[in-house]
């Protein structure tokens, strides 16, 4: 039995225990790329996308029982975390209707992740453009370009079919190439 792959025999008197040490196998190997993953889809946020891959867990662990065995542990899971980080961004945006201290809390001096690398206002412009994109557009767009995943497994952890994926997939890179179009042009020397 792998972390990814899981196959249950419910006679088994050790599944649900074999089950659960597959589940802490999987946490310890995959918790940096659901911390990674959370972080693209929740739009940068360090303290959220922690949150978000944690509730994700947490929520995967409770439903452990649940798990049938039908998909790998990691593709069941990353569908959890893939839900969980659209309920944040609902909620965030819900938050963020009521309360203006999100816009002093960008500039805090003490923030101790200090100032990301590159250019503060290119950075700006790509999160922007990101942001404008429909949910569905943004979690293909992350989950295949920016996660490495196939678009059927992105079909599986968006509960979608691979042609609906490549839809939102063909429409998110149309509106970036559309919004960042003259980045492309700032380089050309010609």
């Known amino acids: 039995m792998t ?54 867990f947490v929520r995967a662990y409770r439903a452990l029982a649940s798990f049938r065995g039908e998909a790998s542990l990691s593709t069941w899971f990353y569908r959890i975390l893939v839900r969980q980080a659209h309920s944040h961004r609902r909620w965030r945006a819900v938050r963020d209707l009521w309360s203006s201290d999100r816009a002093s ?10 100032v990301p ?17 429909t949910r569905s557009q943004r979690e293909a767009f992350v989950l295949v370009h920016l996660e490495g995943f196939t678009v059927r497994e992105t079909a599986g952890l968006m509960g979608r079919s691979p042609g609906t994926v490549k839809s939102h997939l063909h429409r998110a890179l149309q509106h970036l190439r559309r919004e960042l179009a003259d980045l492309g042009r700032a380089g050309d020397t010609r």
């Open 105 to 114: 809390d960008a500039n805090d001096p003490s923030d101790p992740r200090g």
């Open 3 to 56: 972390v990814d792959t899981v196959t249950l025999d419910p006679e088994a008197p050790d599944a649900k225990e074999d089950l659960e040490q597959s589940f802490e196998a999987f946490v310890v190997s995959h918790r940096e790329r659901a911390v990674r993953l959370a972080w693209r889809l929740v739009g940068g946020d360090d303290a959220a996308a922690q949150d978000v891959a944690q509730d994700a």
């Open 117 to 133: 690398e590159g250019d503060p206002a290119l950075r700006r412009r790509i999160a922007s453009a990101l942001d404008d994109l």
